[in-house]
């Protein structure tokens, strides 16, 4: 789907999933246990236009391999445009990368990153050169205040984000540094535009009217992942990248994590989210994937302008005559003040589960569930409002606000950092016609910004002196 419009991506569902800290998080884990009678449906595979190379098999338990030292991490690695990415960059990035999608910490994994890994930063130092060739300055306080973010909306302590990753050998520097450039990045493509970043109602209208003459044809809520290939010698590697990607996906690594982290389309930071592409805005194989495979399912990487893609199949709906099944939802979220060792739980999340079982004796409505969570202090309580069902990504998640019983709390849901217990309030089937205004302006700037970002990421390719050394 490489230089195509991309429509923009749903938010109804975030603020449920992030407060389970099972969505935008680089470091949550998959459920360890789920509401009591649901289980994870299995990860569906799908094929590509071609058979894929089959992935290399994750290795066995080993033991962890221990950061670099300091000499080794000092060794240089490439220079872009006379600045440095040094082996302890890469070290740190591709071990960010492991913990995020539950990849052992050895050095065969952490080898076969390593390649993609260089050349991401590469292109992460290009856009940091940018940001500040316009002097565009990121304060530390709007880092500080992105990463706060996260850990509120995961109910975590301030600090508790930094000590996870230390415990897994990862500088928090890492972050810090990446987020520096996402930031800025969005300023830079703001400047780009200029006033194409403002969508007039003219612009909605006529989207409007393209999307009542479909009326009726199918579209795709689709994720991507993008891998670029840049120079055709690097296209094996990338191809062993992505059979990687793929087999942490269909192991259960949540895809909004893995796209956030090394997808290089602008989407990354919206967790790969497209949202809803109709047929003429992908190419035919991506267009014939989407048709057959179900929704769920990962593809096999696919070949496309500029690298490989990788696309999940979120849901399907027909233009204009869509119906959904919406639900109104209500979380309580009990955050644990450190990592879950399940076979070694502290005293305190000992008592945030039980507590977490408390209330689920204690509601049978979702005023009673609300009322109940104020009386505990350690409770974190979330009311993301009407939501699509088909919109929530994680699917033990999806299945159970599809499922449970309105007016029933589910069984305390287990993750590494906290637990939770989710009611479904209402949920009845509603017939949407087309979507709203602020969900096309948002297609449209989201087209915008993914043109401007890739064809200025390219120019910057072009004219950059790089220099890998061995």
């Not at 799908?46 to 000092?74: M, R």
């Not at 290089?264 to 919206?270: F, K």
């Not at 027909?318 to 009990?334: D, H, I, P, S």
């Not at 969570?373 to 699917?395: C, F, H, L, N, Q």
Request: proline share 8%; aromatic share 2%.
């Amino acid at each position: 789907m490489r230089d195509r419009v991309r429509p923009a991506h749903s938010r109804s569902c975030r603020s449920l999933l992030l407060a389970a800290g099972v969505l935008a998080l680089p470091l949550a884990a998959p459920l360890r246990a789920a509401a009591q009678g649901l289980a994870t449906p299995p990860a569906q595979q799908q094929p590509g236009p071609a058979p894929a190379p089959a992935p290399t098999p994750t290795p066995g338990p080993a033991a962890a391999t221990p950061p670099l030292s300091p000499s080794q991490g000092a060794s240089i690695v490439a220079v872009v445009n006379g600045d440095v990415i040094s082996m302890g960059d890469v070290d740190a990035r591709r071990r960010l990368f492991a913990v995020s999608t539950g990849l052992p910490l050895n050095p065969a994994v952490l080898d076969r990153l390593t390649q993609q890994v260089i050349r991401q930063l590469i292109d992460e130092k290009l856009r940091l050169q940018e940001i500040q060739r316009r002097q565009i300055v990121v304060d530390d306080s709007q880092i500080a205040a992105a990463i706060g973010e996260i850990e509120k909306r995961n109910g975590m302590a301030p600090g508790t984000l930094q000590r996870r990753l230390a415990a897994d050998g990862v500088n928090m520097r890492t972050m810090i540094d990446q987020t520096r450039v996402q930031l800025g990045w969005g300023m830079v493509l703001r400047q780009v535009l200029g006033a194409q970043a403002q969508v007039t109602d003219a612009d909605i209208a006529d989207l409007e009217r393209t999307l009542k003459a479909q009326t009726g044809q199918e579209e795709y809520r689709v994720g991507e992942i993008f891998v670029p290939i840049t120079d055709p010698n690097q296209a094996a590697d990338a191809q062993r990248f992505a059979d990687t990607i793929i087999q942490q996906l269909r192991a259960g690594a949540p895809f909004s994590v893995v796209a956030a982290q090394f997808s290089q389309s602008q989407t990354a930071l919206l967790g790969g989210d497209l949202g809803w592409v109709q047929g003429n805005q992908v190419s035919d194989d991506e267009l014939r994937i989407l048709r057959e495979m179900p929704v769920g399912a990962i593809s096999n990487p696919v070949r496309v302008p500029g690298g490989l893609s990788i696309i999940t199949l979120r849901g399907k709906r027909q233009v204009g005559n869509e119906t959904a099944l919406m639900a109104t939802v209500r979380q309580v979220f009990f955050p644990f003040t450190s990592k879950l060792d399940p076979n070694n739980p502290t005293a305190q999340q000992r008592q945030a589960v039980e507590h977490a079982r408390t209330l689920v004796g204690a509601a049978s409505t979702c005023e009673a569930l609300d009322a109940a969570a104020a009386k505990m202090p350690d409770a974190k309580k979330v009311d993301p409002g009407e939501i699509r069902v088909d919109s929530i990504t994680t699917p033990v998640l999806r299945q159970m606000v599809a499922t449970l019983p309105v007016g029933k709390p589910s069984q305390p849901l287990i993750a590494d950092d906290g637990a939770a217990v989710v009611m479904v309030c209402s949920r009845e089937t509603k017939s949407l016609g087309l979507p709203p205004k602020k969900e096309l302006a948002d297609r449209i700037l989201s087209e915008r910004v993914e043109l401007a970002s890739r064809q200025l990421l390219r120019d910057l390719q072009r004219r950059a002196t790089i220099d890998l050394r061995s």
